[in-house]
Protein backbone atom coordinates (compact mmCIF):
# COMPACT_ATOMS: atom_id res chain seq x y z
CA UNK A 1 0.00 0.00 0.00
CA UNK A 2 3.01 2.24 -0.19
CA UNK A 3 1.39 3.61 -3.62
CA UNK A 4 -1.32 4.47 -2.02
CA UNK A 5 0.56 7.10 0.29
CA UNK A 6 1.87 9.07 -2.73
CA UNK A 7 -1.77 9.94 -3.44
CA UNK A 8 -2.97 13.36 -3.15
CA UNK A 9 -5.38 12.77 0.30
CA UNK A 10 -7.89 14.19 -1.87
CA UNK A 11 -7.88 10.81 -4.11
CA UNK A 12 -7.33 8.66 -1.89
CA UNK A 13 -11.05 7.82 -0.62
CA UNK A 14 -12.06 8.05 -4.54
CA UNK A 15 -9.52 5.40 -6.21
CA UNK A 16 -9.95 2.88 -2.48
CA UNK A 17 -13.27 2.81 -3.41
CA UNK A 18 -12.64 2.12 -7.54
CA UNK A 19 -10.39 -0.63 -5.96
CA UNK A 20 -12.92 -2.27 -3.68
CA UNK A 21 -15.30 -2.15 -6.60
CA UNK A 22 -12.97 -3.26 -9.54
CA UNK A 23 -11.02 -5.66 -7.49
CA UNK A 24 -12.61 -9.44 -9.47
CA UNK A 25 -12.72 -11.29 -5.95
CA UNK A 26 -14.93 -8.06 -4.37
CA UNK A 27 -16.80 -7.44 -7.25
CA UNK A 28 -18.51 -11.01 -7.60
CA UNK A 29 -19.98 -10.41 -4.26
CA UNK A 30 -22.62 -7.97 -5.29
CA UNK A 31 -22.30 -5.50 -2.97
CA UNK A 32 -20.32 -1.72 -3.87
CA UNK A 33 -18.58 0.83 -2.15
CA UNK A 34 -20.68 3.83 -1.82
CA UNK A 35 -18.82 6.30 -0.34
CA UNK A 36 -15.18 5.78 1.87
CA UNK A 37 -14.61 9.20 4.09
CA UNK A 38 -12.54 11.67 3.32
CA UNK A 39 -10.45 10.74 6.97
CA UNK A 40 -10.51 7.57 5.65
CA UNK A 41 -12.34 5.64 8.95
CA UNK A 42 -15.55 4.84 7.23
CA UNK A 43 -16.51 2.84 4.31
CA UNK A 44 -20.23 2.28 3.17
CA UNK A 45 -21.49 -0.63 1.26
CA UNK A 46 -24.51 -0.93 -0.69
CA UNK A 47 -25.54 -4.64 -1.54
CA UNK A 48 -28.36 -4.64 -4.22
CA UNK A 49 -30.77 -7.20 -4.05
CA UNK A 50 -31.23 -8.49 -7.77
CA UNK A 51 -30.39 -11.70 -9.85
CA UNK A 52 -27.64 -11.72 -8.84
CA UNK A 53 -27.74 -11.61 -5.09
CA UNK A 54 -30.71 -13.67 -5.14
CA UNK A 55 -31.26 -17.05 -3.91
CA UNK A 56 -33.94 -19.99 -4.79
CA UNK A 57 -35.98 -18.53 -2.01
CA UNK A 58 -36.40 -15.66 -3.95
CA UNK A 59 -34.34 -13.53 -1.06
CA UNK A 60 -30.95 -12.40 -0.61
CA UNK A 61 -28.01 -14.69 -1.04
CA UNK A 62 -26.36 -15.90 1.92
CA UNK A 63 -23.02 -15.90 0.91
CA UNK A 64 -23.21 -12.25 -0.82
CA UNK A 65 -24.50 -10.82 2.57
CA UNK A 66 -21.37 -12.69 3.97
CA UNK A 67 -18.87 -11.95 1.60
CA UNK A 68 -19.44 -7.72 1.69
CA UNK A 69 -17.88 -7.80 4.82
CA UNK A 70 -14.92 -9.62 3.97
CA UNK A 71 -11.99 -6.48 4.06
CA UNK A 72 -13.07 -3.37 4.97
CA UNK A 73 -12.11 -3.71 8.75
CA UNK A 74 -9.03 -4.98 8.23
CA UNK A 75 -8.02 -2.81 5.49
CA UNK A 76 -9.44 0.66 7.65
CA UNK A 77 -6.90 -0.76 10.12
CA UNK A 78 -4.11 -1.57 8.31
CA UNK A 79 -4.54 2.15 6.96
CA UNK A 80 -4.81 3.70 10.09
CA UNK A 81 -2.14 1.69 11.63
CA UNK A 82 0.63 1.45 9.06
CA UNK A 83 3.01 -0.66 6.94
CA UNK A 84 4.34 -1.77 10.79
CA UNK A 85 1.46 -4.14 11.29
CA UNK A 86 0.16 -7.26 10.23
CA UNK A 87 -3.94 -7.00 9.63
CA UNK A 88 -5.91 -10.32 8.70
CA UNK A 89 -9.66 -11.00 8.82
CA UNK A 90 -9.22 -14.38 10.90
CA UNK A 91 -12.59 -15.72 11.51
CA UNK A 92 -16.60 -14.83 11.59
CA UNK A 93 -20.06 -15.53 11.68
CA UNK A 94 -23.35 -14.62 10.60
CA UNK A 95 -27.35 -14.46 12.44
CA UNK A 96 -29.77 -14.01 9.76
CA UNK A 97 -32.78 -11.89 11.24
CA UNK A 98 -35.09 -11.93 8.35
CA UNK A 99 -34.65 -12.32 4.69
CA UNK A 100 -33.58 -9.65 2.56
CA UNK A 101 -35.76 -8.59 0.00
CA UNK A 102 -34.30 -5.43 -0.91
CA UNK A 103 -31.24 -3.51 -0.90
CA UNK A 104 -29.16 -3.33 2.12
CA UNK A 105 -26.56 -1.29 3.53
CA UNK A 106 -23.41 -1.82 5.45
CA UNK A 107 -20.83 0.86 7.82
CA UNK A 108 -17.61 0.54 8.75
CA UNK A 109 -16.19 2.36 11.17
CA UNK A 110 -12.60 2.25 12.89
CA UNK A 111 -12.44 5.63 15.00
CA UNK A 112 -9.45 7.23 16.57
CA UNK A 113 -10.18 5.42 20.20
CA UNK A 114 -10.25 2.39 18.28
CA UNK A 115 -6.74 2.67 16.77
CA UNK A 116 -5.31 4.07 20.26
CA UNK A 117 -6.92 1.27 21.85
CA UNK A 118 -5.29 -1.69 19.86
CA UNK A 119 -1.89 0.56 19.74
CA UNK A 120 -2.21 0.54 23.05
CA UNK A 121 -2.75 -3.22 23.75
CA UNK A 122 0.16 -3.88 21.49
CA UNK A 123 2.45 -2.40 23.72
CA UNK A 124 1.80 -5.01 26.48
CA UNK A 125 0.80 -8.02 24.37
CA UNK A 126 2.46 -9.58 20.75
CA UNK A 127 -0.84 -9.68 19.30
CA UNK A 128 -4.25 -9.22 19.70
CA UNK A 129 -7.70 -10.35 18.15
CA UNK A 130 -10.53 -7.83 18.12
CA UNK A 131 -14.33 -8.48 17.22
CA UNK A 132 -16.22 -6.47 14.84
CA UNK A 133 -20.30 -6.19 14.33
CA UNK A 134 -21.87 -5.35 11.10
CA UNK A 135 -25.39 -4.78 10.84
CA UNK A 136 -26.73 -4.94 7.13
CA UNK A 137 -29.51 -2.60 7.31
CA UNK A 138 -32.19 -2.04 4.54
CA UNK A 139 -32.84 1.87 3.72
CA UNK A 140 -35.33 2.26 6.92
CA UNK A 141 -32.81 1.02 9.46
CA UNK A 142 -34.28 -2.75 9.71
CA UNK A 143 -31.38 -5.14 10.32
CA UNK A 144 -31.45 -8.00 8.15
CA UNK A 145 -28.30 -9.80 9.33
CA UNK A 146 -25.55 -9.39 11.46
CA UNK A 147 -21.76 -10.37 11.05
CA UNK A 148 -19.32 -10.81 13.72
CA UNK A 149 -15.57 -10.77 12.02
CA UNK A 150 -12.78 -11.54 14.11
CA UNK A 151 -9.68 -9.29 13.17
CA UNK A 152 -5.91 -10.55 13.99
CA UNK A 153 -3.57 -7.81 14.49
CA UNK A 154 0.16 -7.96 15.32
CA UNK A 155 3.52 -6.21 14.38
CA UNK A 156 5.28 -7.21 11.82
CA UNK A 157 8.55 -7.91 13.48
CA UNK A 158 6.34 -10.16 16.46
CA UNK A 159 4.74 -11.94 12.90
CA UNK A 160 7.87 -12.79 11.31
CA UNK A 161 9.59 -14.41 14.35
CA UNK A 162 6.32 -16.47 15.23
CA UNK A 163 6.48 -17.58 11.21
CA UNK A 164 9.75 -18.59 11.47
CA UNK A 165 9.06 -21.13 14.47
CA UNK A 166 11.41 -18.68 17.02
Not at 20 to 39: I, K, Q, W
Not at 48 to 61: D, K
Not at 86 to 93: F, G, H, L, N, Y
Amino acid sequence: MNWLNKLPHAWKPHVIRYGFNLHPAYRRTGGRVEHVSPDLTSIRIRLPFNRATRNLAGSMFGGSLFAITDGPHPFLLLLALGREYIVWDKSATIQYKRPGRDTLYAEFVISAQEVAAVRDILTRQPEVDRIYRIELKDRNGVVHSVVERTVYISRRAHYAQKSAGQ
